[in-house]
């Protein structure tokens, strides 16, 4: 089974500040890992997404995130957050199994960032 | 390129009546997902096709929605008869192949409500 839990329904930080969206996941086998987000009325769109190599990948709007595998996390990061920031943010996860490019998604994390 | 596109945006109806929904995946993408999203439930999967055949159906949640896909460029989604508790944000996906490492790209999704 896959799934993928984002412990926090919602994370404030202040404008500037660092911001961390926490991710961990649960396969059998290696994870492929991606991060979403939605602005409001939007569809989902790609930030980025880990596969294989560097554990530290960086994505669109200066957003990364760090893959530990012994921790199975994928959280993700910004060193400075921004008000555009704020919005929905989806972790989600396949492995080798997932059929046809299935994606299992978390619940979501919404993310205020306040000026 | 286009991206998913998605008709209605916007949808409200009455209880009873039939709504059908669309999607034209982007062009050269394997599969093509149906999602809904809710405030209650998240971001579920209803049901995903690779190469117009469809794949897995079992999150459709009842027999009064169906989904087809009659050739790589259109998919429906039609509820019949509606009811108020199907009132939600239906996406539609698509991935290029349908392998693990692909990025699934969403439309801007159909707001449904049903009166």
């Known amino acids: 089974a896959q799934s993928v839990a984002q412990p926090e329904d919602q994370v404030n930080v202040a404008e500037g500040n660092p911001l961390t969206v926490k991710c961990t996941y649960s396969?059998?086998?290696?994870?492929?890992l991606f991060w979403y987000v939605q602005y409001p009325n939007r569809g989902l769109q790609f930030l980025l997404k880990?596969?294989?190599?560097?554990?530290l990948v960086k994505g669109s709007y200066g957003f990364e995130a760090e893959f530990n595998k012994s921790q199975t996390s994928f959280h993700l990061k910004k060193p400075s957050a921004l008000v555009s920031d704020s919005a929905l943010y989806f972790c989600?996860?396949?492995?080798?199994?997932?059929?046809?490019?299935?994606?299992?998604f978390g619940r979501g994390t919404q993310l205020t960032v306040w000026p | 390129d286009a991206g998913v596109i998605q008709s209605p945006r916007h949808e409200v109806t009455e209880m009873g009546q039939e709504v059908t929904l669309r999607c034209k995946p982007i062009?050269?993408?394997?599969?093509l997902f149906w999602y809904r999203q809710t405030m209650m439930r998240g971001l579920e999967l209803l049901i995903y096709?690779?190469?117009?055949?469809?794949?897995?159906d079992s999150g459709m949640p009842e027999d009064r929605f169906s989904a087809k896909m009659p050739n790589a460029s259109f998919s429906t989604l039609k509820i019949q008869p509606s009811e108020p508790r199907d009132s939600a944000v239906y996406f539609c996906?698509?991935?290029?192949?349908?392998?693990?490492?692909?990025?699934?790209?969403f439309g801007p999704g159909t707001r449904l409500t049903v009166l």
């Open positions: 989600a996860v396949r492995n080798r199994g997932s059929t046809l490019g299935r994606l299992y």
């Open positions: 880990y596969i294989t190599g560097d554990n």
């Open positions: 096709f690779n190469n117009n055949v469809p794949i897995d």
């Open positions: 396969v059998s086998g290696n994870p492929y």
């Open positions: 062009s050269g993408h394997n599969s």
């Open positions: 996906a698509s991935n290029p192949t349908g392998d693990v490492t692909d990025t699934q790209y």
